[in-house]
């Protein structure tokens, strides 16, 4: 099958930027839709963003407005563009993609995200 592979995360300051990246593992699965979750300690898993095939976006209300989801079609990646980062954005960061030609979907291993002083 296929993984998901995430980089960008770290450790960043308050007000902070980081920018995440996610792939699949395989070039032939080919990236139709996108999703990013996170996951707080001691929390749920929670929608973060979303990117159709079509390139029309969808945001938690908790960052609208700070996070930009988009996609390279050439370079078959999903970025995560997150600005004006607070502490409660501390998590780690899953993404998921549905792919092309019913090659079904698959989830990334997480990346984490810290925000602190």
């Known amino acids: 099958q296929v993984q998901l592979v995430e980089s960008g995360g770290g450790l960043v300051q308050p007000g902070g930027s980081l920018r995440l990246s996610c792939a699949p593992s395989?070039?032939?699965?080919?990236?139709?839709?996108a999703e990013w979750y996170r996951q707080a300690p001691g929390k749920q898993r929670e929608f973060v963003a979303r990117?159709?095939?079509?390139?029309?976006?969808d945001y938690a209300d908790s960052v609208k407005g700070r996070f930009t989801i988009s996609r390279d079609d050439a370079k078959n990646t999903v970025y995560l563009q997150m600005n004006s980062l607070k502490p409660d954005d501390t998590a780690v960061y899953y993404c998921?993609?549905?792919?092309?030609?019913?090659?079904?979907?698959?989830w990334g291993q997480g990346t984490q995200v810290t925000v602190s002083s």
């Open positions: 998921r993609a549905d792919y092309f030609s019913g090659l079904g979907s698959s």
């Open positions: 395989r070039s032939i699965f080919k990236i139709y839709i």
């Open positions: 990117i159709s095939g079509g390139g029309s976006t």
